[in-house]
């Protein structure tokens, strides 16, 4: 026994495949679209093989047709929002400017030398916190110190990489 004919949704897709299939091509004016709509068909009656069905031909119409509309107002939407018209010649370059990949670099740098003139237990509390992304409680107990601790280090080491940045500009 065949599994369209144990499920009377199945075997209504195989019974009616072409009309429901030339329906929606009607429906959305696109054969790519409407053989993707009956795919999704067919998949959506496969996962309710289960559900008992009254009139199995008019249920796919139902679900054929709504994934019909859904697909006709997605498309709507994607066409207000994109923009239709040629290519402009020139199109804004989202790298960074050679000025400001320059800035960046000497701001790091600048940042690099302060963490190294801070004091060694204040660079490594810094270190955990901003770059291993430790919280403050992770670094106390790892260092053996309080969390109060951590956060002198950590107001410290902020400070003076502000400094740091406020003398070079």
């Known amino acids: ?17 072409d009309e429901l299939t030339a329906y929606v091509q009607r429906k959305v004016g696109c054969p790519a679209a409407a053989a993707d709509i ?12 289960g ?5 199995p031909r008019a249920y796919l119409y139902r679900v ?24 402009p010649d020139t ?20 940042i690099a030398r302060a963490v190294e003139e801070l004091p060694p237990r204040c660079r490594q509390v810094f270190v955990m916190r901003r770059f291993d992304d430790l919280d403050q409680g992770e670094i106390a107990t790892r260092l053996g110190i309080s ?10 080491a902020l400070a003076h990489c502000a400094r740091r940045l406020a003398q070079a500009d």
Request: glycine content about 4%; some cysteine; proline content about 2%.
């Open 51 to 55: 559900a008992a069905v009254d009139n």
């Open 91 to 110: 199109v804004a370059d989202s790298r960074a400017d050679a000025e400001r990949v320059l800035l960046a670099r000497q701001r790091l740098a600048v």
């Open 147 to 156: 969390r109060n601790m951590v956060e002198k280090h950590l107001r410290h």
């Open 38 to 49: 009956m795919q999704e068909t067919c998949l959506r009656l496969v996962l309710s093989a």
């Open 1 to 17: 026994m065949s599994e369209a004919s144990t499920s009377p949704l199945l075997a209504a897709v195989v019974a009616h495949y």
């Open 64 to 87: 054929a047709g709504n994934l019909a509309t859904d697909h006709l107002r997605s498309g709507r939407v994607r066409d207000r929002t994109l923009v239709v018209g040629p290519v």
